[in-house]
């Protein structure tokens, strides 16, 4: 059922502008300030009433043809010439999708829903439906974030879906250790977008793309920072106990204090003799 869930769902959405498409006027006047909070004013953006009525259901069928089955598809097999999966000795191997099958699934099936709301909040912007359109877009935004931040530890290495780098491709724990924390990131950035989506939704688009940005550049920058946080530390720490006074022994001293010692220790030695 959940393979072809998306494309069930690009169906509705179909049918949904078909049943109000004498409804709509014949030039549509989209509003995108009611969804992004740069103040944008698009009472001058003129929509035919075609593309606001088929332009977004369109995508989200492009969408699943892109991605459906795209692992062992003819796509994954073009993916896999520029991240190939291979084992701990090097070799090619092949993806093992039957393992992650239903996770990558319902990854298609958020992407194509998330489409799909922006579709229903055009209308709804359009027709009168609803206050605020932003929070449709917001709350299958960061119901998708936590959702797929929960089941995106059980993908497996392959060409198309995750992080996909020369040493997670050939190492599958180094890959599981990555997505775990990703998915992590992602739950956060979901409930911030549920959050901004309730109280504020003209914010919530912006903020779960910019929450999908900051996520992928700390999972990959991360690693490579922590080395070189670890080398500066390991520099700096003997710099700085270098850098710091330190008290010396008496017995250490210049040369005319040893001179000195060592004269009273010649008048103590002739007074003892």
């Given at each position: 059922m959940?393979?072809?869930?998306?494309?069930?769902?690009?169906?509705c959405g179909y049918a949904l502008s078909l049943a109000v498409y004498r409804q709509l006027p014949?030039?549509?006047t989209l509003d995108l300030a009611r969804l992004?909070?740069?103040?944008?004013?698009a009472q001058t953006d003129v929509v035919?009433?075609?593309v606001v009525a088929f332009g977004l259901p369109s995508l989200a069928l492009l969408v699943f043809l892109l991605l459906h089955e795209a692992p062992v598809s003819r796509l994954g097999r073009a993916a896999a010439r520029l991240f190939p999966v291979r084992d701990e000795s090097g070799e090619p191997r092949p993806v093992e999708y039957h393992k992650f099958a239903p996770s990558y699934r319902l990854i298609v099936s958020w992407v194509v829903m998330l489409v799909l709301s922006m579709h229903l909040a055009v209308l709804s912007s359009a027709l009168g439906w609803y206050g605020e359109p932003g929070t449709i877009v917001g709350v299958v935004f960061g119901l998708g974030l936590v959702i797929v931040g929960n089941i995106m530890p059980r993908l497996r290495p392959n060409p198309v879906a995750g992080v996909r780098t020369?040493?997670?491709?050939?190492d599958p724990k180094l890959w599981a250790r990555i997505h775990r924390v990703y998915g992590a990131f992602w739950v956060i950035a979901?409930?911030?977008?549920?959050?901004?989506?309730?109280t504020v939704p003209r914010y919530a688009m912006v903020t779960g793309i910019a929450a999908l940005l900051f996520s992928s550049l700390a999972v990959?920058?991360?690693?490579?920072?922590?080395p070189a946080a670890i080398i500066f530390a390991g520099v700096m720490i003997p710099i700085s106990a270098e850098s710091q006074p330190r008290d010396q022994p008496a017995?250490?001293?210049?040369?005319s204090d040893l001179h000195l010692e060592d004269r009273v220790r010649l008048g103590f030695a002739r007074r003892s003799e």
């Open positions: 959940l393979k072809w869930f998306p494309a069930v769902m690009t169906l014949s030039d549509v992004l909070p740069m103040g944008w004013t035919p009433r075609s020369a040493r997670t491709m050939a979901g409930i911030t977008v549920l959050i901004v989506a309730m990959l920058v991360a690693p490579r920072l922590l017995s250490v001293t210049t040369g």
